[in-house]
């Protein structure tokens, strides 16, 4: 984490103006197979009885899953295995088009850690993609003189 810069004195107040990156987000890899899934397992989401009674097929045993997500009982493992399998191709894709580097400087816009000054999410959102703080650190201290 970084902590806030001070000015004798007072505050100082810091304005960057954020670079426009066009790049794909892991969701962009992952919605089309997540939504192929869904279908095919009968998974759906609910999050209150009105919406679940619209959803549910009669005869059909349902488990909750967190999210507000509702999948039928015997397609459960089907559902997580396959999320999981989606998430792990979708990092591989992205770190294929895009190089860890540019991924992290997305982030760190993402996150607005340049204004911020602070890049602690990013260490969180990409602990799934083995990339350590020491990476981050660096690519922000990097970038930091670019973002205006």
Request: aromatic share 14%; hydrophobic share 30%; charged share 30%.
């Amino acid at each position: 984490m970084i902590k806030p810069l001070s000015w004798p004195g007072g505050s100082l107040k810091l304005c960057f103006t954020f670079k426009f990156i066009t790049m794909k987000y892991l969701s962009d890899y992952m919605n089309d197979k997540q939504s192929k899934l869904f279908k095919q397992t009968g998974a759906f989401f609910a999050f209150s009885q009105n919406q679940f009674d619209e959803q549910k097929k009669e005869g059909i045993k349902y488990t909750s899953i967190p999210g507000g997500m509702i999948c039928p009982k015997e397609n459960v493992e089907t559902l997580l295995n396959g999320l999981t399998k989606i998430h792990k191709e979708g990092i591989e894709q992205d770190i294929a088009e895009n190089g860890i580097d540019k991924i992290i400087i997305r982030e760190l816009y993402n996150y607005e850690c340049f204004y911020t000054r602070d890049y602690s999410d990013v260490i969180s959102h990409l602990k799934s993609y083995d990339i350590t703080e020491e990476q981050i650190k660096k690519a922000f201290y990097k970038e930091a003189p670019n973002a205006e």
